[in-house]
């Protein structure tokens, strides 16, 4: 079987949404959220190249479906690894972290959940940031 791991902020992310349930629900949610989290990476290792290329390079993308998060990785098939990273979202203070093609990094902020849930289950992201996020939120351009 293949092999995986997070890029910084993807572990990151993980970390602190793990902790957000922890926090605001309950162990047994945190749980819930690190089990699916765990199940949707084995599954992505068995057969790694199940889901669409979503964009280059190579990035594809896997929905968890009790969680408003998606696993966004690519397969590395001369390391047999896949490669995990993600876009950010933060629930509680209703912010989403977008890194561009271009390296640019930006912070949406008080973007609703289902604004987050429809990004992330668009055919196009491009097209949907320009239609639902991008001049429609306050923003700023953070350090890459």
């Known amino acids: 079987m293949a092999s995986y791991g997070f890029h910084s902020e993807a572990a990151e992310e993980y970390l602190a ?4 349930y922890l926090d605001r629900a309950s162990p047994l949610v945190s749980a819930a959220f690190v089990a699916e989290v765990e199940a949707a990476i084995q599954t ?17 993308r896997y929905l968890l479906t009790r969680f408003p998060y998606s696993i966004y990785y690519r397969w590395e098939p001369d390391r047999n ?4 990273y993600a876009v950010r979202y933060d629930p509680k203070n209703r912010f989403l972290e977008v890194v561009f093609r271009t390296g640019e990094k930006y912070r949406y902020k008080d973007v609703p959940p289902d604004e987050y849930n429809r ?4 055919e196009s992201h491009g097209k949907s940031m320009q239609m639902h996020i991008i001049d429609h939120y306050d923003v700023v351009r953070l350090e890459n």
């Open 119 to 122: 990004l992330m289950n668009a």
């Open 81 to 84: 690894r896949v490669s995990i």
């Open 44 to 60: 992505l290792l068995a057969s790694p190249t199940t889901w669409a290329v979503i964009e280059e390079p190579q990035i594809r």
């Open 17 to 20: 949404a793990t902790q957000y």
